[in-house]
């Protein structure tokens, strides 16, 4: 598969990745539920495995002891709890000698080449274990599994940044409906961490105080306040892009969720 390309705008420091095999990913929302649970055969779905690429992780439970692993030699292993997976229509790839491109670099086009990971991470065996309703053990599960990835990814020499995300419904993306989460490693720090880590910086120049820590000491007593425990506190932001929105915070400075201890995990 060629590689992706990522394309400067004209003006600002802002890249997209122009990726013109993902428009043949597939879709199970174009029929209704019933039709889709008849028909459709789901790949995340445990015995389904050898319609995904080679898993590059995957837990292991055998006699309550947790076994890490990844797919080799053509084998795909079963009864896993959890299971990460190159994404078949990646947004990024890594660096081989057959998908090349020639970045453009002038003063009016600028490109170069869309190097990194683009991975699934398959939250559950278990088709609909969302994380609203999954398993305690599922979700630690989860967050070990994301944690080994992202520093796995994070220590590649072309990746400047990893993103974990997840996309829920049809309406959000979602082009298959069975648990899961993305990771998105990429060579470039996106435009808005840049502006959020100079602004943060300046602010702490300005007070001599940190203003994730001075957003916690309001919003811990605010009405906008959803939940907090030793670890985290969850609130809705001041100024919410979408109806519903809410942040975590950790309490404790940490920059990455490689700095999440166990209890906090
Ligand atoms: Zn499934
Ligand atoms: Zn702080």
Redesign the pocket.
Known sequence: MPINELRKDYILDRWVVIAPQRRRRPSDFTENLEERKEKAI????PG?EYLTPPASLVYLVKDGELKKDDDKNGLRHKNWVVRCIPNLYPAFMPPNSDNALNPQFNHIYVSREALGYHEVLIESP???EHPSTARITQLIYVINALRDRFSFLITRDYVKYVSIFRNYGASAGAS????HAQIIAMPIVPKILWEENAVSKKYYEENGRCVFCDIISVEIKSKRFIWNNDGFVIFAPWASINPFEFWIFPKRHQSSILELTEDEV
């Open positions: 789901c790949p995340f779905c389904n278990n088709h609909d298959l409906s069975h648990a």
